[in-house]
């Protein structure tokens, strides 16, 4: 019934997709400007005949129902066009910069995840302590910075001052490394990307790991466990944060999501070749097709996290059904 209930939402997914596709069309032709005269205007030509070759070569002659007709069809091909200034196709702009993204996000979702689950669990067990203040004044602090402010920061401290980490980039430039050194050489220009995208999510997760334990913590299953003699470590694990993970998983779906559209600020601080720069450069360079093959490749991994989402819950509670 569940594997039923995962190829429902498999299909409702897929129309979200489409619709999100056709969405982000209409959006990106209702800005101003001619990206025919822009991309002329980059070539030092602004004739008309230049201009109407353009228009004619990118389908922005056509009317607006056929050039989205011309679009749906690449995009059931999975086509994502041909970018005019990077004079490439726009699949493989994306494929190029789409690892570098999942790795950023990838680590971060990682370390925000399991650091403030952990610290909200530590801040609930010894809720009025010393150590609950501290944590609870700690994640505070890192929720109302914001995120630019956080990076530039890290800059500041660990590239400038102490010239500990490299502060901008994805790799050494002109070193020739391989296998294990190439590895450690992407980590090193990770860390302060990566701390700066989870510090405000290490917070979040923090403050809701602590409210949501406490508050099980209060339920008659929890006082029945113990009174039954149970080991307190066993109360913990299997009664109160097994209970208290699923407003966490819910959080963290829409987490993952956001985390891919939402790491330009970061990867533009830190020189980070990601997707979320990619879209940046092209909506400075009205370079639609980029523009809108990146909202794409977006939608489908947010749609698909949330997918995987639903998932989890059912195993994370049998109660709760797909379908």
């Not at 999942?102 to 689950?117: D, K, P, Q």
């Amino acid at each position: 019934m569940k594997f039923r209930g995962l190829a429902i939402r498999a299909v409702k997914a897929v129309v979200v997709i489409a619709l999100i596709a056709v969405l982000n069309f209409f959006l990106v032709r209702m800005a101003p400007g001619d990206p025919a005269q822009f991309m002329a205007g980059q070539s030092g030509s602004t004739d008309e005949k230049y201009l109407a070759q353009l228009r004619q070569e990118f389908g922005l002659d056509q009317p607006l129902p056929v050039q989205l007709g011309l679009y749906a069809q690449r995009i059931a091909l999975l086509d994502l066009g041909y970018s005019h200034r990077q004079q490439q196709s726009v699949r493989s702009l994306i494929l190029d910069r789409l690892p570098a993204t999942l790795i950023l996000t990838g680590c971060a979702f990682v370390l925000s995840l399991s650091i403030g689950v952990l610290l909200g669990v530590l801040s609930a067990r010894k809720v009025g302590s010393w150590t609950d203040t501290a944590i609870s004044a700690t994640a505070l602090l890192f929720y109302a910075t914001p995120i630019f402010w956080s990076g530039l920061l890290l800059v500041l401290v660990f590239s400038v001052g102490l010239d500990w980490l490299p502060a901008y980039g994805y790799s050494s430039i002109g070193a020739k490394m391989t296998g294990l050194e190439t590895v450690l050489d992407i980590a090193r220009h990770a860390i302060l990307p990566v701390t700066t995208l989870s510090l405000f999510y290490i917070a979040i997760y923090a403050r809701l790991a602590r409210a949501s334990m406490l508050e099980v913590s209060r339920l008659d299953f929890v006082k029945t466990a113990r009174a039954k003699g149970l080991p307190e470590r066993q109360v913990q694990v299997r009664h109160i944060l097994r209970n208290a993970l699923l407003p966490i998983i819910t959080y963290a779906g829409i987490h993952a999501g956001g985390l891919v559209g939402g790491s330009i600020v970061v990867e533009t601080i830190f020189a980070w070749p990601g997707v979320g720069r990619l879209a940046y450069e092209a909506v400075a360079q009205r370079d639609y097709n980029v523009l809108l093959g990146v909202f794409f490749v977006i939608s489908v991994i947010v749609v698909g996290i949330n997918l995987l989402t639903d998932f989890v819950y059912a195993l994370a509670d049998p109660r709760i059904e797909l379908g």
